[in-house]
């Protein structure tokens, strides 16, 4: 608990709104050109579903990894080549439109919105960002687990469906390639490449023939590795990739029933954020190659200080010496100084020696 009523982390199995923070996700890079195309960036608020937590919570950690189902105003987008169509879709009570008349999830608080629905395999993997004192609960929407189950239920039905269409486009393949798996209709919502191998972005309707699932696994924890599940494994140079959001569980104070977000901004917005990322680091790696380059070449010479000067900046430097007020006094040459604190040092040498004969000095007897 992190103080009265409130948690370390959100809940799985609740709605909530996220944004996404590009300026936080590139300000450690210290890269100028990467920020203010952070800065000009158009976000959104988007509406989501937390399905699985993907870490142990731990007091002080800047961000938990989650995997979330963004929900739509519309039913699903189609995807011929792997047979995903438009029907295969949940929606949410109060809304009960559905081309097929399947009946709509009921969550266990009541859900604000009469035009949302739940899409099949379409997940995104993100950090959500640790908020001081933890999320309260108490206005929070859950789905519940029963409903979850029942929108698990209705997915396993299409994924069945899927995996009889993949198999035999199989076998009518005259060539004897693989024309589709189950692994071909994983999650589209994540086409990007920079985020294959990412831990926990995974495509989670990529399923065994024999065990089709859908997006809504409430088993996803043991498919899991145990240090994934732990965070352990977690490469922080491809964590940085992750899109790091702010989330919030006061769902109606963020985003209205007119102003729901088309889920597709959303992975616009994180390959865009991802790109930025990729360019920083190959500017980086750039300027570090440059600079030994340097070093080896003039070791003599700071990098840092041996940029050239344009005919502008020596031009500006010049008349700013003119205009000093130290400008016109000469400087003391290395050498002169030198000499002059030889100088002194030699005069209270003297000094002392003729005060240590003056103390030890003796009348004779």
């Avoid at 890269?31 to 195309?37: E, G, R, W």
């Avoid at 009921?106 to 959500?128: G, K, L």
């Avoid at 732990?230 to 990739?241: C, K, M």
């Avoid at 940029?307 to 003119?322: F, M, N, R, T």
Wanted: glycine residues 6%.
């Amino acid at each position: 608990m992190a103080s009265d009523n409130k948690l370390l982390a959100p809940l799985p199995r609740h709605y909530a709104v996220i944004c996404l923070l590009p300026v936080e996700m590139v300000q450690h890079l210290k890269d100028p050109v990467a920020m203010l195309a952070a800065e000009t960036m158009s976000l959104k608020k988007y509406l989501v579903l937390l399905d699985t937590i993907r870490e142990l919570p731990m007091p002080g950690w800047p961000w938990f990894r989650y995997g979330l189902n963004p929900i739509a105003t519309s039913l699903r987008l189609e995807d011929p080549q792997r047979f995903i169509t438009s029907d295969m879709a949940v929606p949410i009570y109060p809304n009960t439109s559905h081309p097929t008349g399947r009946s709509p999830v009921h969550p266990a608080t009541p859900f604000p919105f009469s035009n949302c629905y739940h899409w099949i395999n379409y997940e995104i993997v993100v950090r959500v960002k640790a908020v001081e004192g933890g999320w309260d609960h108490s206005h929070a929407i859950s789905i519940g687990n029963p409903q979850f189950r029942s929108v698990e239920k209705a997915f396993n039905n299409d994924w069945v469906l899927i995996s009889r269409l993949l198999e035999e486009r199989h076998t009518a393949d005259s060539t004897g390639n693989v024309a589709g798996t189950l692994d071909d209709a994983g999650n589209p919502a994540s086409p990007s490449p920079y985020f294959r191998g990412i831990p926990g972005e995974t495509h989670s309707g990529a399923q065994d023939t024999d065990n089709a699932s859908s997006t809504f696994d409430s088993n996803a924890a043991s498919s899991t590795s145990i240090t994934d599940f732990f965070g352990d494994d977690v490469d922080p140079h491809a964590a940085e990739l992750l899109p790091l959001v702010d989330l919030w569980l006061e769902v109606t104070e963020h985003v209205g029933e007119d102003t729901i977000q088309d889920p597709q901004g959303l992975f616009q917005e994180r390959d865009a954020i991802a790109l930025i990322i990729l360019d920083a680091r190959k500017r980086i790696a750039e300027r570090k190659a440059a600079e030994r380059k340097a070093r080896i070449q003039q070791p003599h010479i700071d990098p840092a200080s041996s940029s050239p000067v344009s005919a502008d900046g020596a031009a500006l430097q010049s008349e700013l010496q003119k205009r000093s007020p130290t400008s016109s006094k000469p400087e003391v040459g290395l050498g002169n100084g030198q000499k002059r604190s030889a100088s002194y040092r030699k005069t209270f040498a003297r000094i002392l020696r003729k005060m240590r004969a003056l103390i030890c000095w003796r009348p004779k007897a």
